[in-house]
Nanobody, 128 residues
Framework: QVHLVESGGGLVQPGGSLRLSCAAS????????VGWFRQVPGMEREGISC????????VYADSVKGRFTIYRDSVSDTVYLQMNSLKPEDTAVYYC?????????????????????WGKGTLVTVSS
C-alpha cells in the first residue's frame, strides 16, 4: 500500500528548532511534488510549504517564510522540513503529502485536496 511516513516531531521550547522527515513506501519522492501541511485541533488543515518535482522549486506560507526550509535528499529519498525559531503558534500535527504534478500550485494555504498520498502526521508542540 502506497503511503508516506513522517517523523521528527516532538516538544520544543519557543525559539528552538526541529527537523521533520517525510519518506515514502513503494515509490520515489523524486518523482513527486511534496508538500507539508499542518492542522491545529478544531481548525482546517493548511499547506505551509511545498517543493516541486523536477527543479525542486520551493514555496512557503507567509506564516513560516524565513523560518522554515523544505528540501530534498535524493540519496535517502527523503523530504525534510527544517523548522527554526519555532513559536507556540506553530504547535500542530504536521503532515506530508505528495502528488505526481510538477507544480506546487494550489498547495499553500489550502487543505491539500489535490494531493494524492498522505502520511499519518507527526505532532509538534512548542511550549516552555
Amino acid at each position: 500500500q502506497v503511503h508516506l511516513v513522517e517523523s521528527g516531531g516532538g516538544l520544543v521550547q519557543p525559539g528552538g528548532s526541529l527537523r521533520l522527515s517525510c519518506a515514502a513506501s513503494e515509490f520515489s519522492l523524486d518523482d513527486y511534488t511534496v508538500g507539508w501541511f499542518r492542522q491545529v485541533p478544531g481548525m482546517e488543515r493548511e499547506g505551509i510549504s511545498c517543493i516541486s518535482r523536477g527543479v525542486s522549486r520551493t514555496v512557503y506560507a507567509d506564516s513560516v517564510k524565513g523560518r522554515f526550509t523544505i528540501y530534498r535528499d535524493s540519496v535517502s529519498d527523503t523530504v525534510y522540513l527544517q523548522m527554526n525559531s519555532l513559536k507556540p503558534e506553530d504547535t500542530a500535527v504536521y503532515y506530508c503529502a505528495a502528488r505526481e504534478s510538477y507544480y506546487c500550485l494550489g498547495s499553500i494555504g489550502t487543505p491539500g485536496y489535490n494531493m494524492d498520498v498522505w502520511g499519518k502526521g507527526t505532532l509538534v508542540t512548542v511550549s516552555s
